[in-house]
Nanobody, 128 residues
Framework: HVQLVESGGGSVQAGGSLRLSCAAS????????MAWFRQAPGNEREGVAA????????YYADSVKDRFTISHDNAKNTLYLQMNSLKPEDTAMYYC??????????????????????WGRGTQVTVS
């Protein structure tokens, strides 16, 4: 069983930056997909970014491309999401997720996360 714990959310003005972290318990697989999703009130959950652990390929939703950067520290087993040039429409609860199927990483732009098995509880990001 994989445990994921997010942190780093908060309130920021438009144009500002935040870095989210997701600490993961050890995953027995050597290659897998880790991703960030977000959900705003009244909206469907949407994929934001994903990274293939074991290959380091990254994938982004069009809405965050060139503003957000996903990365992973293998030594700390921690996933990050650096968010720059934040907009009010980025306001949402952000969740990290993990799944063994690396195929899911490439589908992040159209994913609602239904295929992901492991989830954190989320961290709130508010942009005003």
């Amino acid at each position: 069983h994989v445990q994921l714990v997010e942190s780093g959310g908060g309130s920021v003005q438009a144009g500002g930056s935040l870095r989210l972290s997701c600490a993961a318990s050890k995953y027995r697989y050597t290659s897998y997909c880790m991703a960030w999703f977000r959900q705003a009130p009244g909206n469907e959950r949407e994929g934001v970014a994903a990274i293939y652990i074991g290959g380091d390929s990254t994938y982004y939703a069009d809405s965050v491309k060139d503003r957000f950067t996903i990365s992973h520290d293998n030594a700390k087993n921690t996933l990050y999401l650096q968010m720059n040039s934040l907009k009010p429409e980025d306001t949402a609860m952000y969740y990290c997720a993990a799944e063994t199927s690396t195929f899911l990483c490439a589908q992040i732009a159209t994913s609602t996360g239904a295929e992901f098995k492991y989830w954190g509880r989320g961290t709130q990001v508010t942009v005003s």
